[in-house]
């Protein structure tokens, strides 16, 4: 499973748009790039993935530039609510795939 | 609510004894995920079953052990129990489990203290 790297932590005020950015240098060419958010004591929740170029859905943006050594989740105009941990993951097919979310970003939407 | 199920929500129990949580997936995925979450830890991946066998498997320690029965629902035991091991379990299941990109849902976790 390839590395991921993210903030530890982001600060941002409510109505502004936020960029969370993840590195993920050695990723293989069947890997895909997901994303996960996870409010205190729950489950994450799926967010968005994508392979290539650019994913839209109906919560998040996701651009991954040509070399796909990084990735870069959108989330448009935040809310109070958006205040959330968010995971970057990176993994292809294989059933040996360890599945670590490591320690995510940290965000914090304030007034 | 993602469909996934779990039980008990907490449970509060004793250095070295043994506890089972219990996880019933999405009605049709196969495949179930168990997860540990510690403190400001982020979350480590413990086991996937699919289909009743053995899939993958993470940072799991052998006091632990899990099973899939044939109701697609599973089990995790957690035996000798140390004041370490208190933290939120979390079990996911997906369509098949096959790859990597399967989309996880997640259940809304057991808080386990161990005292």
């Known amino acids: 499973l390839a590395k991921t790297t993210q903030p530890i932590s982001m600060d941002s005020y409510e109505g502004q748009e936020v960029n969370i950015t993840c590195s993920h240098n050695?990723?293989?060419?069947?890997?895909?790039i997901t994303w996960y958010q996870q409010f205190p004591s729950q489950g994450p929740r799926f967010i968005i993935q994508?392979?290539?170029t650019k994913v839209t859905n109906e919560v998040a943006s996701l651009f991954i530039p040509a070399d796909r050594k990084s990735s870069t989740l959108s989330l448009p105009r935040v809310s109070l609510s958006d205040t959330a941990v968010y995971y970057c993951?990176?993994?292809?097919?294989?059933?040996?795939?360890?599945?670590?979310f490591g320690t995510g970003t940290r965000l914090q939407v304030t007034l | 609510d993602s469909g996934v199920t779990q039980t008990p929500k907490h449970l509060i129990t004793a250095t070295g004894q043994r506890v089972t949580l219990r996880c019933s997936p999405r009605?049709?995925?196969?495949?179930v995920y168990w997860y540990q979450q510690s403190l400001d830890q982020g979350l480590q991946f413990l086991i996937q079953?699919?289909?009743?066998?053995?899939?993958a498997k993470g940072n799991i320690l052998e006091r632990f052990s899990a099973q899939q029965f044939p109701d697609l629902h599973s089990e995790l035991n957690l035996s000798s129990l140390e004041l370490g091991d208190s933290a939120l379990y979390f079990c996911?299941?997906?369509?098949?489990?096959?790859?990597?990109?399967?989309?996880?849902?997640f259940g809304p976790g057991t808080r386990l203290l161990v005292l």
């Open positions: 079953y699919y289909n009743g066998e053995e899939r």
């Open positions: 009605s049709g995925d196969l495949s």
């Open positions: 050695n990723i293989a060419t069947n890997d895909y």
């Open positions: 993951l990176v993994g292809g097919t294989g059933t040996a795939s360890k599945l670590t």
């Open positions: 994508g392979y290539k």
């Open positions: 996911a299941s997906s369509i098949s489990g096959g790859t990597f990109q399967e989309t996880q849902y």
